[in-house]
């Protein structure tokens, strides 16, 4: 390892404390060393000497982690959690571009929602009612394509009302988000018809706001809540980035762009400035499997290479920068790291998944989540409506004709869930 590079990770290491706000005081720590410990132990008598110990071994501590749905969000108080921080390639570690910010006043917003973002969504345990509006940055599959699994799952989940979607158009109408999202509908008709008369279906729908990709305006303005659109530039026109601004408090995303004018414009003063920030070009070579040509391409010209990220962030200068958009290994973050220091020098963080910012104005508190994968579908907001037979759209003969007699096992269920609940569950004559 070079000189250089040691220096980078441990200014790494150093910034990740920084950011946690994890200095401990030197006289909050043990004044027993190792060796001290032992010396003591052969003057025999330890325990007595070691007096109360200030870490109690019974009582919980306060953790230095975020555990979904174990802390109040405060009035006054944004909490933003990365969900997708990687590449178009969805990986076990970073699935693709997905931000949730939820607000103290109990809005939550979702920008981009890419490839395998909703499983992790899903794992924070929020009522998916609470997860019905999308901001999407771009068209890119890696940035929407998830959009689908929030749309069917959500919809399952407990979400009853549409699911609300705001998005670019493009330069034609075909390349819209409106285009996108009604084909995205179409494509599940079959998914849709099959739920019918089986489960509550009112969030099979969608209510989509297409605006202009050229303009700097206002997309969204409820409950106190601004938000702005603003042009960006990244293979075709077509790309936007956002702000967020509430209770004196703005957090700016920018989906895919070349460094561009609008962000600087619309991110000054920002608390937190999500931005992307590719991956260096010599890992698109080596381990991307990029030719040179096409690297230098994607991760210069498309995209925000790592000195140009620390470029815009110094023009920025928000209170906490985050970078995204690149794959965060033992051997990539380090060259990042050092290439975005070459051009920046203020509070950054270099997202992964599950990454979490607490903002309020008294700064920003950067830390993980930790998350159960064995969660299960997270609770409902609002009760689900009974179903109506008559919605079941039903099988043709040929398929009808085709089920076993297994009415002897299958009866008996029916029989104990009307005994468990205490009310009568008709066995269906006509399934
Ligand atoms: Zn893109
Ligand atoms: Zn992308």
């Known amino acids: 390892m070079t000189n250089r590079r040691l220096m980078a990770v441990l200014s790494l290491v150093f910034a990740a404390g920084l950011a946690v706000g994890a200095y ?18 052969r003057r025999g008598k330890p325990q007595s000497r070691r007096g109360k110990p200030m870490v109690s071994p019974t009582e ?61 969504m899903f794992a924070l345990q929020i009522p998916t009612a609470f997860l019905d509006k999308v901001f999407i940055g771009h068209l890119h599959g890696d940035h929407f394509g998830d959009i689908g699994s929030l749309f069917v799952a959500g919809g399952i989940a407990g979400r009853f009302t549409p699911l609300r979607i705001w998005g670019p158009s493009g330069a034609t109408p075909e390349l819209g988000t409106k285009a996108a999202i009604e084909a995205m509908e ?8 099959g739920r019918l008369g089986q489960t509550d279906i009112r969030g099979f729908a969608t209510e989509i706001t297409e605006f202009d990709y050229k303009k700097e305006q206002v997309v969204y303005e409820e409950n106190g809540v601004v938000i702005r659109s ?28 070349y460094p561009n004018k609008w962000f600087i414009r619309n991110a000054r003063g920002a608390d937190l400035a999500i931005h992307e920030c590719f991956i260096a070009v010599p890992d698109l070579v080596a381990k991307y499997n990029l030719t040179p040509e096409a690297a ?36 990539t973050t380090p060259g990042v790291y050092e290439r975005v220091r070459s051009t920046y020098d203020g509070p950054l963080g270099l997202a992964e998944d599950f990454m979490v910012w607490n903002v309020t104005r008294e700064g920003v508190r950067e830390r993980m989540a930790i998350i159960d994968e064995h969660t299960w579908n997270p609770p409902h907001a609002y009760p689900a409506e009974p179903v109506r037979k008559e919605d079941l759209v039903g099988y043709s003969p040929e398929i009808e004709g085709g089920r076993l007699d297994v009415d002897d096992v299958i009866r008996p269920i029916y029989e104990e869930a009307s005994e468990a609940l205490g009310r009568k569950f008709e066995y269906p004559t006509n399934k």
């Open 230 to 257: 603003f042009p960006a530039i990244h293979a075709i026109d077509g790309s936007v980035s956002y702000s967020l601004e509430w209770n004196g408090l703005k957090i700016v995303f920018g989906s895919d762009t």
């Open 60 to 120: 919980a501590r306060e953790r230095d982690y975020y555990a979904p749905n174990s802390e109040t969000l405060q009035p006054d108080e944004i909490r933003v959690i990365a969900l997708g921080t990687g590449m178009p390639t969805p990986r076990p570690f970073q699935a693709a571009a997905c931000f949730l910010m939820e607000l103290g006043n109990g809005d939550k917003f979702i920008f981009d929602i890419g490839d395998g973002s909703v499983e992790r």
């Open 186 to 193: 179409k494509m599940f008709a079959w998914d849709i018809a």
């Open 24 to 41: 401990v005081s030197m006289d909050d720590v043990s004044p027993l060393t190792p060796s001290a410990h032992a010396s003591q132990s």
């Open 296 to 331: 230098l391409q994607v991760g210069t010209q498309i995209h925000t290479a790592p000195e140009a990220f620390g470029k815009v962030m110094s023009m920025v200068k928000p209170k906490h920068a985050v970078a995204y958009h690149f794959w965060k290994d033992f051997d």
